[in-house]
């Protein structure tokens, strides 16, 4: 049983995610305050903390620094979220946290950073292998691709245009039968560069409207689906 210490505003934010938030593995207390984090870290022996740099009552730094001061404290991971200030960027880099966020949060970076510091794997949604043309915008600029396969968690990319990882996209997409869908999404994977192919990308929703999650879901449901793995 892996336990997680989490800010009740930043759990708040997170509260819709289907992530390890809702693992039977995994227990989550919520803190309104980093004293209450400390406090609670003391009976919980935490894996996991996710504070605040700011608190009116004992700044991120001073959390830190209590805890692994501490033999019987420090062997927790600390995730801190702050503000994108160069200031705060300059206090985040002197604490003694695994790593740091910047608000407003992107659910996506956050989630990946928990994945990794509590060595829990990502439990996969059914994919779909489909072949769905699509158009986008990244930064600002258009671009068109094509998905060769589709979860409700993201879809696999290929497009002739160069992103990068922590890339931003706004995506439009139909399946036969469905209208027009969208979704905000971020490139989280890279593929490697393949002689006579497409550069492939890991894309991950940040934010998938309740149609589009309906059309996904049925498409995965259909006799016809194919490449559906999930665990």
């Known amino acids: 049983m ?9 759990h708040e934010v997170l509260r ?9 593995d995994i227990k989550v207390v919520t803190a309104g305050s980093n004293t209450e984090v400390l406090a609670l870290h003391k009976t919980e022996k935490a894996d996991l903390i996710i504070a605040k740099l700011d608190d009116r009552e004992l ?4 959390l830190c620094s209590g805890i692994r001061r501490d033999d019987t404290l420090r062997g927790v991971s600390i995730i801190i979220v702050c503000s994108g200030d160069e200031s705060d960027l300059r206090r985040c880099v002197k604490c003694s946290a695994n790593a740091f966020v910047t608000s407003p949060l992107n659910n996506a970076t956050l989630l990946q950073e928990a994945y990794q510091l509590l060595h829990v794997a990502q439990r996969k949604s059914c994919r779909i292998k489909v072949k769905v043309k699509l158009e986008g915008t990244t930064k600002s600029r258009p671009f068109t691709a094509e998905a060769e396969d ?21 995506v ?20 490697p560069k393949q002689k006579g192919r497409t550069p492939g990308y890991g894309i991950s929703f940040i934010e998938l409207g309740p149609d589009a999650l309906s059309a996904i879901e049925a498409l995965a449901a259909a006799p016809a689906a194919e490449g559906c793995s999930s665990g």
């Open 2 to 10: 892996k336990r997680v210490i989490i800010a009740e505003d930043i």
């Open 172 to 191: 439009s997409f139909s399946f036969p039968g469905s209208g027009r869908l969208s979704a905000t999404a971020e490139v989280v994977r890279v593929l």
């Open 150 to 170: 589709i979860s409700t968690a993201g879809m696999l990319l290929r497009l002739s245009a160069e992103l990068l990882e922590g890339d931003p996209l706004v």
């Open 16 to 24: 819709a995610e289907q992530s390890f938030l809702c693992r039977s």
């Open 59 to 62: 700044s991120g730094e001073k």
